[in-house]
């Protein structure tokens, strides 16, 4: 919010800002001054307040909080908590009311509902997760969908789109995509590929292009923060590594030894270090080894790409796209569909969804 608002006043420029590119810039594109934020929120800690420990934390400008202190007020207007409810299907319908009445209120041609909460734990499968009848009757009973699942399934009968930016189920099961299509209500996800993970993908296929054989891939992750403290717990961390060891086995061909580790470290704030150890093998077998590290915020790598995901999945909305939106793949973890896991691919398909929609 702080970021659009900066766009908007010109108090900044699009830095990591995709579709501010020449490639995907064009028409069919939300303008920023086109923007509005509304959304619903598990703390109640003011925009503003929250504004002022990231500038405190090094995430972003002071200076920027101060010239859009209004802004971030008004923003405030159009945030709700999350609502409460005896069964899942009464919460699912008052989310809906939200959305609409937040499109009414301000007059939006398309809301797209981003889901950027805390990774839960990977789901245990129920029989109504199958289609969307079973669904709609099990949730005036029993509590059958996570938070992230509930927002989608909520998002869709209110006839918005949905992004999930985190590892979570979100849309990603048959039921609710039963429902996007009846809907006509695009998706997209998962997991919004920001650091160590953006890295693998850049350099997984470099090795499999010239045919190097990868015998181990290690990597240690330290952050602090919310997400941090999150991840903290073992079946939300098992979900999150899950997530960024996939882009590995899907441009290798071949899941190599090591895994992906995720450690809390209260004090390093909002700022993330990653370290990976890679072993290879090359001609007659000679072993060889590279090693990176990643430091960087997470805050500031993934906020833009919100934006843009925003931008994009309106626009695919608008142009009468609904279901999965895999030409998305580009900005996640984990993405839709099976297109490819090599970055320049994606980026490659990004580009001719993009020109289709500006016609």
Request: proline share 6%; with cysteine.
């Amino acid at each position: 919010m702080v970021g659009a608002a900066a766009l908007r006043a010109r108090l900044a420029g699009p830095v990591g800002c995709v579709t501010e590119l020449p490639e995907l810039r064009g028409p069919a594109l939300s303008a920023w001054s086109e923007l509005v934020f509304g959304g619903h929120d598990v703390v109640a800690l003011p925009v503003a307040k929250k504004a002022e420990a990231l500038a405190a934390a090094g995430v972003i400008p002071s200076r920027l909080v101060s010239a859009l202190a209004a802004e971030l007020v008004e923003a405030e207007q159009h945030l709700r908590p999350l609502p409460a409810a005896t069964t899942q299907a009464e919460v699912a319908r008052l989310l809906g009311a939200d959305l609409e009445d937040f499109r009414e209120r301000n007059r939006l041609d398309r809301v797209v509902v981003v889901n950027v909460a805390t990774t839960e734990p990977i789901i245990t499968p129920h029989p109504a997760h199958q289609d969307l009848a079973g669904l709609d009757a099990a949730l005036a009973r029993e509590h059958v969908l996570p938070p992230s699942a509930l927002a989608a399934y909520a998002s869709f009968r209110a006839g918005c789109s949905f992004v999930d930016f985190t590892p979570s189920t979100g849309a990603r099961l048959p039921a609710l995509a039963e429902a996007a299509a009846q809907h006509q209500s695009p998706y997209a996800g998962n997991d919004g590929k920001t650091g160590e993970t953006l890295v693998k993908s850049v350099l997984a296929p470099m090795f499999a292009v010239r045919h190097l054989q990868v015998t181990s891939w290690s990597g240690l992750n330290v952050l602090g923060g919310g997400d941090g403290a999150n991840l903290a717990d073992p079946a939300a961390n098992a979900a999150k590594v899950a997530s960024k060891q996939r882009v590995l086995g899907d441009a290798l061909g071949y899941e190599p030894e090591g895994t992906s580790r995720i450690d809390y470290v209260a004090e390093i704030g909002d700022f993330k270090t990653a370290w990976d150890l890679i072993t290879f093998q090359g001609f007659l077998g000679t072993a060889m080894r590279m090693e990176f590290t990643w430091h960087g915020c997470d805050s500031a790598l993934a906020a833009p790409l919100v934006l843009d995901l925003a931008r994009l999945t309106a626009a695919a909305h608008h142009a009468g796209r609904s279901g999965p939106l895999p030409e998305l793949g580009f900005f996640f973890k984990d993405p839709l569909g099976d297109g490819p896991s090599a970055l320049a691919e994606q980026w490659a398909e990004l580009v001719t969804f993009t020109k289709a929609l500006h016609g």
